[in-house]
């Protein structure tokens, strides 16, 4: 007789009823032990080694180019810190920011667009180079000092010898 996933805690007794007692799993633990061992494998840092696993930062790779917004909150920050020296809240100066954003109109937004868009384009050039750079040295890096012309120079003359000894 094939038993059902969770069965009674035994013995039932007249104080208890049946909907009040404790689940029983088959393998003899409660439910509640088996969420407090699942709780355990979280606090235990179970995805730690993801971290690990990630690649590290290059430290020359060019910064994305930050948005029209933040294009503007350049010179909004500088603006409000003189309006409001006394301020230390950088959740103060960005609420505030945002706001004003939301509040411009398209034509007054034009200008930071088109630096974001300027920021942009050098971005993308500056990545270009950036990837032709690291494709360039993928495998250069176990050679020696000398360049390739010299290296088909001593093939040349080496191969030029074993054809003098024939």
Do not use: C, H
């Not at 439910?31 to 696993?53: E, H």
């Not at 350049?74 to 230390?88: A, L, V």
Request: no cysteine.
């Amino acid at each position: 007789m094939n038993s059902p996933f969770y069965i009674f805690s035994p013995p039932y007794s007249q104080s208890k009823s049946p909907i009040a007692s404790e689940f029983i799993m088959k393998d003899g633990k409660t439910k509640s032990d088996s969420i407090q061992t699942g709780n355990k494998l979280k606090s235990k840092g179970a995805g730690v080694g993801k971290r690990a696993k990630k690649a590290a930062k290059d430290p020359n790779k060019p910064k994305r180019p930050p948005s029209a917004f933040f294009v503007f909150m350049e010179g909004f920050r500088k603006q409000y810190k003189e309006e409001n020296p006394d301020n230390k809240s950088v959740a103060a100066v960005g609420k505030a920011g945002g706001a004003k954003w939301k509040s411009m109109t398209d034509a007054e937004k034009a200008p930071y667009v088109q630096k974001a868009e300027k920021r942009k384009t050098e971005y993308n050039k500056n990545i270009q180079a950036y990837n032709l750079k690291l494709a360039g040295s993928g495998g250069n890096d176990d050679e020696s000092d000398k360049s390739k012309s010299e290296v088909n120079d001593d093939e040349e003359v080496a191969s030029g010898e074993e054809e003098d000894e024939d």
